[in-house]
C-alpha cells in the first residue's frame, strides 16, 4: 500500500465549476500538507500548504485537512481554463523536507 | 528573484554509463531535495542536502548519489545507468527557517532518456 493515495484522473469539468480533488494517507505522524499544480513539462509549483488538520483559503483555491479521517482536499472555485494541469498533494512527517507525494490528478476545464 | 534552475534540460545516454544533474536553488536557500519523477512510481523522495550535509535519503540503490557545495548548489550523479532509470529528475530548494519551512521550490527538471 502506497503511503500516499490520490485519484490520478482524468478529472473534467466545464468553466466556472467547483472543483474537488482529494488525497488519503496512511501515516499518521503526517502534519505538513501540500498542494502542487504542474503543468505539462514542468516542475510542481507550491500552491498551498497547511500544518496539521484545519482550513486555509487562498483566492480561488481552499486546503482542507482531516487528520482523523487521514484525508485532505483541494478546493478550486470558479475554475478557469488555465487550471488545466495535473494536481499533487504531499505530505510530511516533519523530518525535515522528506515529502511523500500522490499520482497526481490530471484536471481539464473546458471553455 | 531567480528560480530553481536545473542542468542540462534533456540527456540521453546509454546503458551502464554515468550521468551527473545539476541543480542551482534559489539564492539564500540552504536545503536542495531530489525527486525522480515517472508515470508508474510518480514523484519519489531520492535525497536532501543541508549545509553540504546528506540530511534524508529515500528508497534508491547506492548507484543514486549527490552533494551540496558551500554555495548551495547540488549536483546528482547515477553510476551504472539501467533503463528504468529514465525519468524526469527534479530538484527543489527551499529557505528551511521560521515559517516557510517546508516551503519546496521546483525547478523544471532534466529529462534523462536511457537507451
Known amino acids: 500500500q502506497k503511503e500516499v493515495e490520490q485519484d490520478p484522473g482524468p478529472l473534467s469539468v466545464p468553466e466556472g465549476a467547483i472543483v474537488s480533488l482529494n488525497c488519503t494517507y496512511s501515516?499518521?505522524?503526517?502534519?505538513?500538507f501540500m498542494w502542487y499544480r504542474q503543468y505539462s513539462r514542468k516542475g510542481p509549483e507550491l500552491l498551498m500548504y497547511t500544518y496539521s488538520s484545519g482550513n486555509k483559503e487562498d483566492g480561488r483555491f481552499t486546503a482542507q485537512v482531516d487528520k482523523s479521517s487521514k484525508y485532505i482536499s483541494l478546493f478550486i472555485r470558479d475554475s478557469q481554463p488555465s487550471d488545466s494541469a495535473t494536481y499533487l498533494c504531499a505530505m510530511s512527517a516533519g523530518n525535515f523536507n522528506k515529502f511523500y507525494f500522490g499520482s497526481g490528478t490530471k484536471l481539464n476545464v473546458k471553455p | 528573484k531567480a528560480g530553481v534552475t536545473q542542468t542540462p534540460r534533456y540527456l540521453i545516454k546509454t546503458r551502464g554509463q554515468q550521468v551527473t544533474l545539476s541543480c542551482s536553488p534559489i539564492?539564500?536557500?540552504?536545503?536542495v531535495s531530489w525527486y525522480q519523477q515517472t508515470p508508474g512510481q510518480g514523484l519519489q523522495f531520492l535525497f536532501e542536502?543541508?549545509?553540504?550535509?546528506?540530511?534524508n535519503k529515500g528508497n534508491f540503490p547506492g548507484r543514486f548519489s549527490g552533494r551540496q557545495f558551500s554555495n548551495s548548489r547540488s549536483e546528482m550523479n547515477v553510476s551504472t545507468l539501467e533503463l528504468g532509470d529514465s525519468a524526469l529528475y527534479l530538484c527543489?530548494?527551499?529557505?528551511?527557517?521560521?515559517?516557510?519551512?517546508?516551503?519546496?521550490?521546483f525547478g523544471p527538471g532534466t529529462r534523462l532518456t536511457v537507451t
Open positions: 542536502y543541508f549545509s553540504e550535509t546528506q540530511r
Open positions: 527543489a530548494s527551499s529557505l528551511d527557517s521560521g515559517t516557510t519551512l517546508y516551503e519546496q521550490y
Open positions: 501515516n499518521s505522524a503526517f502534519q505538513y
Open positions: 539564492s539564500g536557500h540552504r536545503s
